[in-house]
């Protein structure tokens, strides 16, 4: 009875939209770059904010890479959330 917070599901329901972030990260993904770290980053910390999170969450799809990973670990700290680590990164 935890959240399933899909990365890809979370762009997919931006990308709808005609907010200014919708709008930022279009322009990025048509422009063949990929999205920037700290803005995937919030995205996530955005999602994890909603109540449906309160009893815990499952990510999918997050972080991809160490830069993300380290973002993150950032943000748990701060909010002294605990999260039963699963990461593993080739060097």
């Not at 899909?6 to 063949?32: E, M, Q, W």
């Not at 920037?36 to 996530?44: L, S």
């Not at 999170?53 to 950032?74: H, M, S, T, V, W």
């Not at 699963?86 to 060097?91: D, I, N, S, V």
Request: proline share 3%; aromatic share 8%.
């Amino acid at each position: 009875k935890i959240s399933h917070i899909s990365t890809g599901d979370i762009f997919r329901d931006i990308l709808k939209t005609d907010d200014p972030l919708a709008k930022k990260i279009k322009d990025i993904v048509n422009s063949g770059a990929l999205v920037p770290d700290e803005i995937v980053t919030e995205i996530v910390k955005k999602r994890l904010s909603q109540d449906d999170c309160r009893k815990g969450f499952l990510i999918d799809g997050f972080p991809r890479n160490k830069n993300q990973a380290e973002l993150f670990n950032d943000y748990l700290e701060k909010n002294r959330t605990l999260v039963q680590e699963a990461f593993q990164f080739a060097e």
